[in-house]
C-alpha cells in the first residue's frame, strides 16, 4: 500500500498533516510526503516517512509557469505510482487531480483546507471560474474522494457540478486537535486580561479590523488588558502583512507582536481570550486549539470561522470587516470575568465533541482504504 501525501509547504504539513503521515505508517503503508522544503523538511523524514522537496507557487498564476507545474505533478506522480494520493490545498487537487488521471492512479483524495484567497471575496471571476473547470475536469470522477472542513465549501462545487461522479464526500471539521497534548487549563487572570491572536499576519486574517478594535478598546483599557500577536509575516502569501507595518502598530506594552512561536501552546495558557477577525478559513486550527484550553472565542461569521463558535456559548461571532463590532465583543468578555471561564469551559467541551484528532485521522485511514478495494 503506497500513499503520497502532497501540499505545498513543509510547515503546513507539519502542523497539520505530520500526526497522519506517521499513523498511515504505522497503519502498514508505505508513506511519502511532497511539499516545499523551506528548511524543515528533515522534521517530516522521520519514523519511515520518504520526503521529496517538491516547490510550487502557491499564489503564482502564470499561464506558462502552471503548465510546467502540471507536467512536473505528472512526473511525480509516474516515478512513486501510489495506491492513493492525498492532495491538499487548491493548487494540488487542481493539478494533482489532472495528473493522477493522465497517470491512473487508483485512488485521489482532495482535501480543500479552504478555498483560498482566490474565493474570499466570495465572488466567482474569470481565474476563478477556470480553476473550477480544471477542479470538474480532473476530481469529477469515480475515483476520487473530497474531504471538506465546512458544509460552504462543499457546496460551491456542488453548485458547479464537480462532485456528482465521486467516490464520496466527507466532512471532517479541520485537522483535529490531541486533546492529551493541548489539556484544558485554567485561566490565569492577573492585573491584565490578555488577548491572543495566533495566525499568520495576512490582511484577510482581519488584521485591518483587529488594529481598529485595539485603537477603540485603548483609550478605556489600556492598563487592564494586553493584545498579543502571535505569527510569522508569510511574504509568500498576496495577502501578507508587512513587517514594518506590524512593528509600527506594536508599542512593546499593550499590543505585543512576538512574531513566530515554537510552542504555540504556551501562547494559549497564558492568555484570556482568543480573536480571529477572519474573512475566511477552511477550519482555523488555531480555533481549535483555542477550544481545546478553554479558551473564549470572538471570530466573524465567515465561512469555516463560524463553525468554531456556538453564539453566546464558547464566545462571539461578528460581521466580517467589522472593527467596531469585533471591539464590542472583547469588551463584553474583558467585563465580565465569569463570563470568559463559562465561555472557555463550554469551548473544551466543544472540542472533545467535535474536534477529537483520534476521529479525524481514523477517518482518514478508513478513507484510504476504501480506495484499495475500488
Known sequence: MKLLIITNVDWFLISHRLVLAKAAINAGWEVYVACEDTGRGREIAVDGIKFINFPLSRSGTNPINEYKLYKRFVKLYKEIQPDVVHQITIKPVVYGSLAAQRVRIKGVVNAISGMGYMFTEGKIGLFQRLILFLMKKGSNKQNVSFIFQNRDDQSVLERHNILNQVNSVNLIKGSGIDLEKFQKSPQKINNRIKILFASRMLWDKGIKELQEATKILKHKYSS??????????????????????????????????????????????????????????????????????????VTTDAIGCKDCVDEGVNGYKVPVKDGLALADAIEKLINNRDLMVRMGSESRLKAEREFDLKDVVSNHLRIYKEHLTK
Open 224 to 297: 487592564l488588558i494586553q493584545f498579543v500577536l502571535v505569527g510569522k509575516a508569510d511574504d509568500e502569501n498576496r495577502s501578507s502583512v508587512s513587517a514594518a507595518y506590524l512593528n509600527e502598530w506594536a508599542d512593546g506594552d499593550y499590543v505585543v507582536w512576538k512574531g513566530h512561536v515554537e510552542n504555540v501552546r504556551d501562547e494559549y495558557i497564558d492568555s484570556n481570550i482568543v480573536v480571529l477577525p477572519s474573512y475566511r478559513e477552511g477550519l482555523p486550527k488555531n480555533l481549535i486549539e483555542a477550544c481545546a484550553v478553554g479558551r473564549p472565542i
